[in-house]
């Protein structure tokens, strides 16, 4: 996901692709630096406001195409996820941290792309919407399962799963 460019204090200028605003010197060990200080009569609240509203749109990665983990075929894809009721599942088996706390970040009614990866056609296969808060990942606990962690206690999991909806 590519991050946010940083810009400086001021008003974007559509015509001319470049910041308005008055240009100051100010004083650091007799270098003068330039500094933008704001002269447009826009309100900054309206920016502020503007990304409040902004959604986010999450990426969620599966596997359409058979692969065996432990002696368990681990494939789901979005005729998977047709085929379950009301076109609701679960997302578990999540064992990387960082997308561990993506998935915590996740809010209820924003939006992901349902994204094939590592298979003949990959990309973006459906639209699905968070329709559940963070919970603990139940496979994380089960012997049996591909996902089964050992180290991870009832008392202090470590591993998360959503709900999602396909729509």
Request: charge should be positive; proline fraction near 7%; hydrophobic fraction near 25%.
């Amino acid at each position: 996901m590519p991050r946010p460019r940083k810009r400086l204090a001021g008003t974007a200028d559509p015509d001319k692709k470049r910041l308005s605003g008055k240009r100051t010197k100010t004083e650091n060990s007799g270098e003068a630096s330039p500094q933008v200080e704001n002269s447009s009569p826009q309100n900054t609240s309206s920016s502020e406001i503007c990304v409040k509203n902004l959604s986010r749109y999450w990426l969620m990665k599966s596997e359409p195409e058979s692969r065996i983990e432990k002696g368990v075929d681990v494939k789901f894809g979005i005729e998977d996820l047709k085929a379950q009721p009301k076109h609701t599942t679960c997302w578990d088996g999540i064992r990387n941290y960082q997308a561990r706390n993506f998935l915590r970040a996740m809010k209820l009614e924003e939006e992901a792309f349902f994204y094939h990866s590592n298979c003949k056609e990959p990309g973006i296969a459906g639209l699905m919407k968070i329709v559940k808060e963070a919970y603990p990942d139940h496979t994380q606990f089960e012997k049996n399962s591909p996902h089964y962690d050992p180290s991870s206690k009832k008392e202090d999991p470590k591993w998360s799963m959503k709900s999602l909806i396909l729509f």
